[in-house]
């Protein structure tokens, strides 16, 4: 079992910056798969980017590709995303998840974490 808690969300004006973090606890951290994924008001939950056990980013969204920035700290149990040159339009609920494995779904969530970009 893994418990995922993010952090970092707010209110920001278009052309900020947020660092938003997820800490895990429970079972292996660096064991696991971690992925961003975030929930616009009246959308569907999108794929953001993931990062591999050893710390390499897999997949950016082409929606966030050059602005975000996935990374990992096994030592810390955490994952983070940086969101630099943030746009109205990634205002959303974000998530991240963790899988053990490549294939399949992510099988642990956390809560979420509000991001809010005025224009």
């Known amino acids: 079992q893994v418990q995922l808690v993010e952090s970092g969300g707010g209110l920001v004006q278009a052309g900020g910056s947020l660092r938003l973090s997820c800490a895990a606890s429970?079972?292996?951290?660096?064991?696991?798969?971690m992925g961003w994924f975030r929930q616009a008001p009246g959308k569907e939950r999108e794929f953001v980017v993931a990062?591999?056990?050893?710390?390499?980013?897999?997949y950016y969204a082409d929606s966030v590709k050059g602005r975000f920035t996935i990374s990992r700290n096994n030592a810390r149990s955490t994952v983070y995303l940086q969101m630099n040159s943030l746009k109205p339009e990634d205002t959303a609920i974000y998530f991240c998840?963790?899988?053990?494995?490549?294939?399949?779904?992510?099988?642990?969530w956390g809560q979420g974490t509000q991001v809010t970009v005025s224009s």
């Open positions: 998840a963790a899988k053990s494995q490549v294939t399949g779904p992510y099988t642990y």
């Open positions: 990062i591999s056990w050893s710390g390499v980013p897999t």
């Open positions: 429970g079972r292996t951290f660096s064991s696991y798969l």
